[in-house]
T-cell receptor, first 118, second 116 residues
Framework: AQKITQTQPGMFVQEKEAVTLDCTYD???????LFWYKQPSSGEMIFLIY??????QNATEGRYSLNFQKARKSANLVISASQLGDSAMYFC???????????????FGQGTILTVHP | GAVVSQHPSWVICKSGTSVKIECRSL??????MFWYRQFPKQSLMLMAT?????????EQGVEKDKFLINHASLTLSTLTVTSAHPEDSSFYIC????????????FGSGTRLTVV
């Protein structure tokens, strides 16, 4: 079975500073994908970044980068130059590529509430 | 792009009544729809996976007779909470496989259900 763990229930960061949100995962499947989503208080899920297990380079999307350390099974999200609008809940998620009737389902971590201070 | 329209965005219902939540993919065909439930400040828990034209696959511990899922077409999946009780109050959100954004997953905007 696959598992995603986010050990930081809450994080605080000063505006314009960088922050790292931790995520570790566990799966025996060699082919998997890792996602990060932002969920503001409105509840919508906003896709931020994706990393495939076979990708050689760390994914980057604007101010977001994913620090992928395959041997350590970690996929930390780095947000550079934090903004007040970054305050939200952040989820790490994993998709395994195994078959079956729930093929492609995402398993989510517990989430981290990020608060950006002015 | 890809959009999944989820309705209603919020609903209040009386205990014992049933509530239907719709997720409609507007510009792509969603062969697979995932339904999640989320309590405040907690993670998204997968309830079931529905594939167009076939019965939904429910996760362990989810009552299939209470949470009825129908995926009759490639653009519409519904979740019906039958005989709702206060403990069913939660945030329900759907996610469709397909579309060009989100690396293949498009989420609805969610439904806040309050059972009184």
């Amino acid at each position: 079975a696959q598992k995603i763990t986010q050990t930081q229930p809450g994080m605080f960061v000063q505006e314009k500073e960088a922050v790292t949100l931790d995520c570790t995962y566990d799966t025996s499947d060699p082919s998997y994908g890792l996602f990060w989503y932002k969920q503001p208080s409105s509840g919508e899920m906003i896709f931020l970044i994706y990393q495939g297990s076979y990708d050689q380079q760390n994914a980057t999307e604007g101010r977001y980068s994913l620090n992928f350390q395959k041997a350590r099974k970690s996929a930390n999200l780095v947000i550079s130059a934090s903004q007040l609008g970054d305050s939200a809940m952040y989820f790490c998620a994993m998709r395994v590529h195994a078959g079956g009737t729930s093929y492609g389902k995402l398993t989510f971590g517990q989430g981290t509430i990020l608060t950006v201070h002015p | 792009g890809a959009v999944v329209s989820q309705h209603p965005s919020w609903v209040i219902c009386k205990s014992g009544t049933s509530v239907k939540i719709e997720c409609r993919s507007l510009d792509f065909q969603a062969t697979t729809m995932f339904w999640y439930r989320q309590f405040p400040k907690q993670s998204l828990m997968l309830m079931a996976t529905s594939n167009e034209g076939s019965k939904a696959t429910y996760e362990q511990g989810v009552e299939k007779d209470k949470f009825l899922i129908n995926h009759a077409s490639l653009t519409l999946s519904t979740l019906t909470v039958t005989s709702a009780h206060p403990e069913d109050s939660s945030f329900y959100i759907c996610s469709a496989r397909g579309g060009l954004k989100g690396s293949g997953y498009t989420f609805g905007s969610g439904t806040r259900l309050t059972v009184v």
